[in-house]
Every structure is written in structure tokens, then in C-alpha cells.
């Protein structure tokens, strides 16, 4: 769960600023089949993500996970977008930096689809790596905080989530 020190809300908009500690906000309980629609802006050289399918120990985006936000210089698999490390994005999707941007993701048993702006960037199938397919379909969700150096920040608004049966 994350820290109260470290997010803040102001007209409906949740904000994590660098080196404040907030770590990251979860849900408070599991999800398998859902959609998530929730819109986001990052600072320049931003390093955050939303989190899925993660347990409530460990580092969430190795026990589930981390659908990457940043505008930083990654390869495919590492940016906006990609299920960070697991599944690159393709075609790859605006990363622009100080502008609200959009993510529908899409979780169905074991299938994960990533849409950035309305562009679908990654359609994956959890069972086509040896690497993922041990992976959970249940977990928590969850917004990563600005852990970058200070000046950095990450905000999140309109989070809407809609369980599958």
C-alpha cells in the first residue's frame, strides 16, 4: 500500500512528486478479468506505471505487471506502454511528456491488451512465454508513484475500472 506522505489530490486528480515516498497506491482487493481505463500525464523523464495482477509483497511489477509510463529513452519492451520487461509495444505509442494520456487495459484470463490513446500497443497472451505463463491472473492494481529525483511528478485522474466475469 502506499504512503499518505507521499500522494496527494486535488480536484480529482491524484499527484506523486519525486523523492516523497509514496511507493505505490493499490487496490484493496483482487482483480482477474477487468478493464481499467485511467488517464495520466508524467514530467519530462518521468519512471512510473499502473501495476496489475500484482501480489500485496514483493516488487509488483516482477509479481505481476507494470504497464510502463515514462518519456525517457527505452527500447520497445521498456516503454510507455509495453507489460514492462514481458511484452514490447507495437506500434509504439506518444510518449509526449506534461499531456493527459489515456490507458485501456484489458485483462482476460490469460490474455492482456494495452491501449495507449486509443492505439492498441501490446495484445499479449500470458501462456506464449515460458517467463510469463506461471505468472498469476488474480491481483491487485495499483499506481506507481514519482520515484525519480525531486522535481519529477506523475498524475493520475478518471481511474475506472469494470470487472469481467
Not at 18 to 38: D, H, P
Amino acid at each position: 500500500m502506499g504512503q499518505e506522505a507521499g500522494w496527494s489530490i486535488k480536484d480529482s486528480v491524484i499527484h506523486s512528486a519525486g523523492e516523497t515516498g509514496g511507493n505505490w497506491l493499490r487496490s484493496e482487493k483482487q482483480y482477474k478479468n477487468f478493464i481499467l481505463k485511467v488517464e495520466w500525464r508524467v514530467s519530462q523523464g518521468g519512471n512510473n506505471g499502473v501495476f496489475i495482477r500484482s501480489a500485496e509483497k514483493g516488487l509488483p511489477w516482477t509479481t505481476g505487471y507494470e504497464v510502463q509510463i515514462t518519456n525517457a529513452p527505452r527500447d520497445d519492451a521498456h516503454c510507455t506502454g509495453s507489460l514492462y520487461g514481458y511484452a514490447a509495444v507495437n506500434p509504439r505509442p506518444d510518449e509526449s511528456h506534461d499531456t493527459w494520456h489515456t490507458f485501456e487495459i484489458q485483462c482476460h484470463n490469460h490474455h492482456i491488451r494495452v491501449l495507449a490513446d486509443g492505439l492498441k500497443c501490446v495484445d499479449f497472451d500470458q501462456t506464449s512465454t515460458d517467463e510469463t505463463k506461471g505468472k498469476p491472473l488474480a491481483g491487485y492494481i495499483g499506481l506507481q508513484d514519482a520515484h525519480v529525483p525531486k522535481g519529477h511528478y506523475i498524475e493520475y485522474r478518471m481511474v475506472k475500472l469494470k470487472e469481467l466475469d
